[in-house]
């Protein structure tokens, strides 16, 4: 095929239409696969459907940061990312997702007699992450996620009740508020 027909071929509507309808097709077949693909919005220049593009050296904070902050909560996503781009903001989302993740962990399995001690850690752990706004918008995030989630081998729902479970949720949610 010459050059000019290539050019002309290339920049009909034909092609266009040919190359969406193979773009769609791969991306259907790698949804099917349960492959998230990955491209940049034209209109935005920015990067759909990949993970947080922060330099954090945590895999499992990377993980759950990725896991989170899908296409549904883009906008959180974009303020997380502009926070871990400044000076130290990428420490500061790591330490957040830690403290946040530790709050959860140890509502699930801190005695009931050591409701002084759980009490006092959340306070502690919390007062960072309130420090910043996205920081607690990313750990309401984080705490619906845990509510929701029903098959959870940390806790021992015989020590450890719904009732008492959802007391230390919301005592959470307090301490990121002060």
Known sequence: MPISKL???M??????ERANAAIAAATDDLLAHGI???Y????TGEIVGGGVNIDIED?????VLSELLTFEHRELRQRVVALGKEKGGARMVDDAVRAIASALLLAKTAMPHEQARFLEVVGKQMA???LHAVLVELA????EGERNTEHDVFRDRNTISDTLFQQRIEVIKQA???
């Open 7 to 9: 050019g002309r071929y």
């Open 140 to 143: 309401h995030l984080m705490i």
């Open 128 to 130: 960072y992450v309130r």
């Open 59 to 63: 895999r499992a904070v990377r993980d």
């Open 176 to 178: 990121l508020r002060h």
């Open 40 to 43: 940049v919005d034209r209109s």
């Open 11 to 16: 920049t009909s509507p034909e092609f266009l």
């Open 36 to 38: 998230r693909p990955v």
